[in-house]
């Protein structure tokens, strides 16, 4: 399976910060947003990666992620001028995705939960057309909302509906099959101008391809998007590495524990950055491996 990061648009909901910046660069907490969106797709043992971005933006992330062999990825670029929207995702990658599966994430969305890599491993071990990744929110009005039968199966989802069938709120985490490479081409844009991702999803459950796993209690889904979405996830990341004394999201770390890289390769890229806390720690995982 291939992965892409969708790490585009305006990000007009964090204007003033965002005003020259991309947001998926602001730092939440002790490293950059993109961290955190990379790290789910390497749990899940992806390593080819291709980030779509803005063309203004681009060579930053190049800069901060290079070419990803230190890490044992191989990780590539590609433009989306305008925010056409994010099923546009498939078919700007259509050429790196070629015959393969595909992982999407968006670039502002923020996984934790013990056992996230084995659920994201089986499910692409056991993928058999779109499997989507579900979290019970209070507010689901502001969401996309799956709707289920009496069974239980998935049978609809609702853009921000008024008056909600659930409280599974779509992450912004989704696994598909090749072919949805030929739905993106088909798709008509919505009347915002943009080729809507839940309209891919949509269409495999018309198909009865479509499945929906929930992240259980003990999850966080975090949506690094606005000013106080952004603070809040910072706040959490604190939290939890000063109480457990590891690092989320790092790097080096799950390259190193997925096997992509050995413990001395680990050990020199913390030593690049051995005046900071993060470099001092990738060497305290190198050494403890």
Same mark, same amino acid.
């Given at each position: 399976?291939?992965?892409?990061?969708?790490?585009?648009?305006?990000?007009?909901?964090? *204007?003033?910060?965002?005003?020259? %910046?991309?947001?998926?660069?602001? $730092?939440? /907490?002790?490293?950059?947003?993109?961290? /955190?969106?990379?790290?789910?797709?390497?749990?899940?043992?992806?390593?080819?990666?291709?980030?779509?971005?803005?063309?203004? *933006?681009?060579?930053?992330?190049?800069?901060?992620?290079?070419?990803?062999?230190?890490?044992?990825?191989?990780?590539?670029?590609?433009?989306?001028?305008? $925010?056409?929207?994010? =099923?546009?995702? !498939?078919?700007?990658?259509?050429?790196?995705?070629?015959?393969?599966? &595909?992982?999407?994430?968006?670039?502002?969305?923020?996984?934790?939960?013990?056992?996230?890599?084995?659920?994201?491993?089986?499910?692409?071990?056991?993928?058999?057309?779109?499997?989507?990744?579900? *979290?019970?929110?209070?507010?689901?009005?502001?969401?996309? &909302?799956?709707? !289920?039968?009496?069974?239980?199966?998935?049978?609809?989802?609702?853009?921000?509906?008024?008056?909600?069938?659930?409280?599974?709120?779509?992450?912004?985490? /989704?696994?598909?099959?090749?072919?949805?490479?030929?739905?993106?081409?088909?798709?008509? $844009?919505?009347?915002?101008?943009?080729?809507?991702?839940?309209? &891919?999803?949509?269409? /495999?459950?018309?198909?009865?391809?479509?499945?929906?796993?929930?992240?259980?209690?003990?999850?966080?889904?975090?949506?690094?998007?606005?000013?106080?979405?952004?603070?809040?996830?910072?706040?959490?990341?604190?939290?939890?590495? *000063?109480?457990?004394? &590891?690092?989320?999201?790092?790097?080096?770390?799950? =390259?190193?524990? %997925?096997?992509?890289?050995?413990?001395?390769?680990?050990?020199?890229?913390?030593?690049?950055?051995?005046?900071?806390?993060?470099?001092?720690?990738?060497?305290?995982?190198?050494?403890?491996?």
């Amino acid at each position: 399976m291939k992965g892409i990061i969708l790490a585009g648009g305006t990000g007009s909901r964090l *204007h003033p910060l965002t005003m020259a %910046m991309s947001k998926q660069l602001l $730092p939440v /907490y002790d490293k950059p947003m993109i961290y /955190y969106p990379l790290s789910t797709l390497m749990l899940g043992g992806v390593r080819e990666i291709l980030l779509i971005s803005t063309p203004t *933006h681009l060579p930053i992330f190049r800069q901060v992620l290079g070419d990803g062999a230190e890490l044992g990825l191989d990780i590539t670029y590609a433009e989306q001028p305008q $925010p056409t929207g994010i =099923a546009d995702a !498939f078919r700007i990658g259509a050429r790196f995705i070629g015959d393969d599966s &595909v992982s999407l994430i968006l670039g502002d969305n923020i996984f934790y939960g013990q056992g996230l890599s084995e659920l994201l491993q089986t499910s692409v071990r056991d993928l058999t057309g779109c499997t989507l990744f579900g *979290h019970t929110v209070r507010d689901p009005q502001r969401y996309g &909302v799956a709707e !289920f039968d009496a069974e239980g199966r998935l049978v609809d989802i609702e853009e921000k509906p008024a008056r909600p069938k659930s409280s599974e709120a779509i992450t912004g985490l /989704y696994l598909y099959t090749n072919d949805v490479v030929e739905i993106a081409r088909e798709l008509a $844009p919505s009347q915002r101008g943009e080729l809507e991702i839940t309209d &891919v999803n949509r269409a /495999y459950i018309a198909l009865g391809r479509a499945r929906l796993k929930a992240f259980g209690r003990g999850f966080a889904w975090l949506d690094a998007g606005t000013h106080d979405g952004l603070l809040s996830a910072a706040q959490f990341v604190q939290v939890l590495e *000063h109480r457990q004394g &590891v690092r989320m999201a790092c790097l080096e770390e799950i =390259a190193l524990r %997925m096997g992509f890289i050995d413990a001395d390769s680990c050990y020199a890229l913390g030593r690049k950055q051995q005046n900071s806390g993060y470099g001092r720690y990738v060497m305290a995982a190198a050494q403890a491996d």
